[in-house]
C-alpha cells in the first residue's frame, strides 16, 4: 500500500527528492507523535500536497495506524519482498543457494 500512496502522491504533485524523502518519514514513523510532526512539515513546504495525504485513511498507508504487526516490512506481501531479496541468488547452483539462504535466515533471526 505503500508503494501505491507513494506513486499516487509522485503523480499528482511536483516531484522533488526533498518531498520523497518527507513522505517516508511520514509513512514509516512508529507513533501517532512523530506521524503528525512530519505531516506538520510537509504542510509548510507543499500544503497542497499535505492535504492530498491527509485524504488518504492513514490507517491503509501510515505504519503507525495500521493494525497488527508489519516486522518492519513496507509491503503487505512478504512473497514480493522475498523473492526482491533473493532476485540475485536464482543464478546460484543449488548448493551455494541453500548454505547463502541457511547464512541470510541465521544473520535475520540474529538481529
Not at 520523497?20 to 497542497?48: G, K
Amino acid at each position: 500500500m505503500y508503494l501505491l500512496c507513494m506513486l499516487l502522491f509522485i503523480s499528482q504533485r511536483e516531484f522533488s527528492s526533498t518531498l520523497a524523502d518527507i513522505y517516508w518519514q511520514i509513512a514509516r514513523p512508529p507513533t501517532a507523535y512523530l506521524y503528525n510532526y512530519h505531516m506538520n512539515t510537509l504542510h509548510q513546504l507543499n500544503p497542497t500536497a499535505a492535504a492530498y495525504l491527509r485524504n488518504i485513511p492513514s490507517q491503509f498507508w501510515v505504519a503507525a495506524f495500521i493494525p497488527g504487526h508489519r516486522y518492519r516490512q513496507d509491503t503487505s506481501n512478504i512473497v514480493e519482498r522475498i523473492n526482491f531479496d533473493f532476485k540475485a541468488l536464482r543464478e546460484l547452483l543449488i548448493v551455494e543457494l541453500v548454505q547463502t539462504l541457511w547464512h541470510k535466515v541465521m544473520t535475520v533471526r540474529y538481529q
